[in-house]
């Protein structure tokens, strides 16, 4: 599984509570994060270096794309390449907001990258949904989580400024497109009221990852948790495990080349 940096630990989370029996090995490419402003052509060639390492050098038998904005740039490019099964966050999410609302007014939020890819229009289109969907991307939002900040007095000012839209668009159930945000929740749900339903990905993704692996469900196991990240490790475990809690420990740390090899 992997993610720019510590998003996608929401994800890791919904896993490990789903399948605690599966070894999980969690790469967040904090070296070269944010993802979200960047080319989508770039945050394609990094998924496919980090699907490549977590094939090749950690034998992965599944990978996660844990990250809205890669798997915006690079699902199909994957699947392409890697002979595993690659899961995106994307149309578990986009399913798991319409079902959560009645109107047919749904939100989605995410990093510019992710929202301005279209990919969400895309899978409403691709699964048919019979949705109303506005999105709206929320710079910096990102940026508050990567230093472990999730709540207070300048979260709440941006929060209210970019939620706006959504908030104008009348939406009962908003999905929180970008793996960093449920971190956020608190202050997103305060901003938006209480009869809209906050939806992450996060659970939905791992039902479907689940779902792909009851032929290999080790009865009573309990697998490995390996953290890797691309910046500095002592950094990303002490975030990490403020985000995500005490089983994050150990992480080590990977370096590219600059030929984006592994060193
Ligand atoms: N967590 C990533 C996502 O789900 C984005 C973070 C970033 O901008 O790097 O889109």
């Given at each position: ?9 929401t ?5 490990i ?19 979200g402003?960047r ?24 990978l ?7 798997a ?11 002979d ?17 609302s ?5 939100g ?36 508050f ?10 979260i ?28 956020l ?12 339903t906050l ?11 689940r779902?792909l ?8 196991e309990?697998?490995?948790r ?16 403020r985000?995500?809690?005490a ?8 370096r ?8």
């Open positions: 599984m992997f993610d720019s940096g510590f998003g996608g630990l994800v890791a989370r919904a896993v509570d789903l399948l605690p029996d599966q070894d999980l090995v969690y790469f967040g490419d904090t070296g070269r994060y944010p993802y402003p080319d989508l052509d770039e945050v394609r060639q990094f998924a496919l270096q980090i699907g490549r390492l977590l094939r090749r050098r950690y034998k992965a038998k599944l996660v794309v844990a990250c809205n904005t890669a915006a740039a690079s699902l199909e490019h994957l699947r392409d390449e890697l595993i099964p690659v899961v995106g966050v994307i149309e578990p999410g986009i399913v798991a907001a319409s079902q959560a009645t109107s047919g007014n749904v989605v939020i995410g990093t510019v990258g992710a929202i301005g890819s279209g990919a969400y229009a895309a899978a409403v289109a691709d699964l048919n949904l019979a949705i109303e969907l506005t999105s709206c991307a929320c710079p910096g939002f990102v940026e989580v990567e230093r472990g900040e999730t709540d207070g007095e300048g709440e000012l941006l929060a209210n400024r970019l939620l706006r839209p959504i908030i104008d668009a009348d939406v009962d159930s908003l999905l929180l497109g970008c793996t960093h945000y449920p971190y929740a608190r202050t997103i749900g305060d901003v938006m009221g209480r009869p809209v939806v992450s990905s996060a659970d939905e993704t791992a039902f479907e990852v779902r692996l009851i032929e290999d469900h080790r009865e009573g309990i697998g490995t390996t953290f890797i990240s691309s910046g500095d490790a002592g950094m990303f475990e002490s975030i990490g495990r985000l995500f809690g089983e994050l420990v150990g992480a080590t740390e990977h590219w080349d600059v030929s984006g090899d592994a060193q």
